[in-house]
């Protein structure tokens, strides 16, 4: 998530506190939505979200630090990551019947048979719930989720499991904001 966190206080005051390291990318969207008007501010939250890899676990926490109410910067981060993995589920899901609705299936060399066949692996041991909740740990959602629908898995069940990850993470993200302030202040 944040790699650079500098918890100094430069004049004491919460104002100048300090949280993300200068230049960073994290501190450029940060200062991107800060220089927003203020009754916009939300918008440039709910766009953070949709961006893989800062989505709903560092799009609050950025809201949170430009002064929206964690509520606030929750939905909207929330928001952002939802509407952004369901274009792509959907969109995915398109492709797929597209792709597939008169293709002969294709000879696999012995190599691609043993991925699929590990990839196959994990989403069955997992299920679309497990890849869903545990995913963004290894990739963003909206890289996950049309993977799964790729897979065959069910795009509407993709949807609602990705909704309810999303929404976990970014409390998690809301409780690590608090968390950080709290230290930092």
């Given at each position: 998530?944040?790699?650079?966190?500098?918890?100094?206080?430069?004049?004491?005051?919460?104002?100048?506190?300090?949280?993300?390291?200068?230049?960073?990318?994290?501190?450029?969207?940060?200062?991107?939505?800060?220089?927003?008007?203020?009754?916009?501010?939300?918008?440039?939250?709910?766009?953070?979200?949709?961006?893989?890899?800062?989505?709903?676990?560092s799009g609050?926490?950025?809201g949170m630090?430009?002064?929206?109410?964690?509520?606030?910067?929750?939905?909207?981060?929330?928001?952002?990551?939802?509407?952004?993995?369901?274009?792509?589920?959907?969109?995915?899901?398109?492709?797929?019947?597209?792709?597939?609705?008169?293709?002969?299936?294709?000879?696999?060399?012995?190599?691609?048979?043993?991925?699929?066949?590990?990839?196959?692996?994990?989403?069955?041991?997992?299920?679309?719930?497990?890849?869903?909740?545990?995913?963004?740990?290894?990739?963003?959602?909206?890289?996950?989720?049309?993977?799964?629908?790729?897979?065959?898995?069910?795009?509407?069940?993709?949807?609602?499991?990705?909704?309810?990850?999303?929404?976990?993470?970014?409390?998690?993200?809301?409780?690590?904001?608090?968390?950080?302030?709290?230290?930092?202040?």
């Amino acid at each position: 998530m944040i790699n650079a966190l500098s918890l100094s206080m430069t004049a004491g005051t919460p104002d100048d506190l300090n949280l993300v390291q200068e230049g960073s990318w994290i501190s450029q969207l940060q200062n991107w939505v800060d220089g927003l008007p203020e009754a916009l501010q939300w918008l440039g939250v709910v766009a953070i979200g949709a961006v893989p890899f800062i989505e709903s676990y560092s799009g609050p926490f950025i809201g949170m630090i430009v002064g929206l109410p964690w509520w606030v910067a929750l939905i909207c981060g929330v928001l952002g990551n939802a509407a952004a993995v369901a274009i792509l589920i959907y969109g995915a899901h398109g492709i797929r019947s597209a792709v597939t609705k008169n293709a002969e299936p294709k000879e696999l060399s012995e190599k691609q048979i043993a991925r699929r066949a590990k990839i196959k692996k994990y989403f069955d041991r997992f299920g679309v719930p497990g890849v869903a909740i545990l995913g963004p740990f290894a990739l963003p959602s909206q890289f996950t989720a049309p993977l799964m629908v790729s897979f065959g898995a069910n795009r509407h069940l993709v949807m609602i499991w990705m909704a309810v990850s999303i929404v976990l993470w970014g409390l998690l993200s809301v409780g690590l904001g608090f968390a950080f302030l709290y230290l930092a202040g």
